[in-house]
T-cell receptor, first 115, second 116 residues
Framework: DGGITQSPKYLFRKEGQNVTLSCEQNLNHDAMYWYRQDPGQGLRLIYYSQIVNDFQKGDIAEGYSVSREKKESFPLTVTSAQKNPTAFYLC??????????????FGPGTRLTVL | AQSVAQPEDQVNVAEGNPLTVKCTYSVSGNPYLFWYVQYPNRGLQFLLKYITGDNLVKGSYGFEAEFNKSQTSFHLKKPSALVSDSALYFCAVRPSYGGATNKLIFGTGTLLAVQP
């Protein structure tokens, strides 16, 4: 899982609550990503950030929000507007846009369950 | 639309036999191609990538992959499977001129089951 940490490993949320998933990297990577994984659907991109203080929506951004105030941190908030948040969430990082052929490194994931 | 297809949800192989996990892609321009492996309740681990050059790419744990431009394929292979290779495998692609991002397009994954 490289130099990326995600916490918590398991998270339980009641309906109507917002929760924040943590992602920290010590790889000095410029780019960071959040994916959602559901069985049979592969990985879907929620948000990504190419540089500090900048981020863009991915394919399924509705009901999620992010911030990128520090290079090493990219927290994801799952809001009450997300209708089906139960999933496995993966954070990743990579070198910046000047190195497009470099692989992404993934954290160990956070499993979110809505009660 | 740009996409990656992994046509097999599951591949079963006996230990010691060769294995192949298939991947085809549809992107504009020349692609950068990646294979990742995921063990249960873990993040993805990078196996190998194709950028340019030799069509046969060697990666971690004895895996290799063959890039075939005419068939737009990037199949993952291993000469002799191990029970410990049992995991979920993802193919991913990034167009070589994907603009100002390094976004990857992932396939839906193939579960490899190696029987002892």
């Amino acid at each position: 899982d490289g130099g990326i940490t995600q916490s918590p490993k398991y998270l339980f949320r009641k309906e109507g609550q917002n929760v924040t998933l943590s992602c920290e990297q010590n790889l000095n990577h410029d780019a960071m990503y959040w994916y959602r994984q559901d069985p049979g659907q592969g990985l879907r991109l929620i948000y990504y950030s190419q540089i500090v203080n900048d981020f863009q929506k991915g394919d399924i951004a509705e009901g999620y929000s992010v911030s990128r105030e520090k290079k090493e941190s990219f927290p994801l908030t799952v809001t009450s507007a997300q209708k089906n948040p139960t999933a496995f969430y993966l954070c990743a990082s990579s070198m910046g846009r000047e190195s497009p052929y470099n692989e992404q490194f993934f954290g160990p994931g956070t499993r979110l369950t809505v009660l | 639309a740009q996409s990656v297809a992994q046509p097999e949800d599951q591949v079963n192989v006996a230990e010691g036999n060769p294995l192949t996990v298939k991947c085809t892609y549809s992107v504009s321009g020349n692609p950068y191609l990646f294979w990742y492996v995921q063990y249960p309740n873990r993040g993805l681990q990078f196996l190998l990538k194709y950028i340019t050059g030799d069509n046969l790419v060697k990666g971690s744990y004895g895996f290799e992959a063959e890039f075939n431009k005419s068939q737009t394929s990037f199949h993952l292979k291993k000469p002799s499977a191990l029970v410990s290779d049992s995991a979920l495998y993802f193919c991913a692609v990034r167009p070589s001129y994907g603009g100002a991002t390094n976004k990857l397009i992932f396939g839906t994954g193939t579960l490899l089951a190696v029987q002892p």
